[in-house]
């Protein structure tokens, strides 16, 4: 199983940006084989998809609301996966999640059920 590690979560103003990173640890893996995903979890909210990546980068999915202004992408290199996060609203205020899915060379898919490593989250503050 893999090790999740956020990073590059803040306070930022309306309108700001910030780009998330997760990178994946462990002795053998590598995120090559494997879709990853980012999800986030307002306070008194149920966690929510938010942008899925395929194992080899050729197809992405976003929940609508970040659609035109979230951006994953992926280094299989340097085994990390980012979010990029532009014209941020208060909204998006809340830890945002990395994960990999369970099983190598999956479709792209938004179910958190299909995720299997799960980092420890990143908080984003979006207030003025």
């Not at 700001?16 to 462990?26: P, T």
């Not at 280094?75 to 999640?97: G, I, R, S, W």
């Not at 792209?108 to 490593?117: H, I, M, W, Y």
Request: glycine share 12%.
């Amino acid at each position: 199983q893999a090790q999740l590690v956020e990073s590059g979560g803040g306070l930022v103003q309306p309108g700001g940006s910030l780009r998330l990173s997760c990178a994946a640890s462990g002795r053998t893996f590598s995120i090559s084989m494997y879709g990853m995903g980012w999800f986030r979890q307002a306070p008194g909210k149920e966690r929510e998809f938010v942008a899925a990546i395929r194992w080899n980068g050729d197809s992405t999915l976003y929940l609508d609301p970040v659609k035109g202004r979230f951006t994953i992408s992926r280094d299989n290199a340097k085994n990390t996966v980012y979010l990029q996060m532009n014209n941020l609203k208060p909204e998006d205020t809340a830890v945002y999640y990395c994960a990999a899915h369970r099983r190598p060379y999956m479709p792209v898919t938004g179910l958190a059920v299909e995720f299997g490593s799960w980092g420890q989250g990143t908080q984003v503050t979006v207030s003025s």
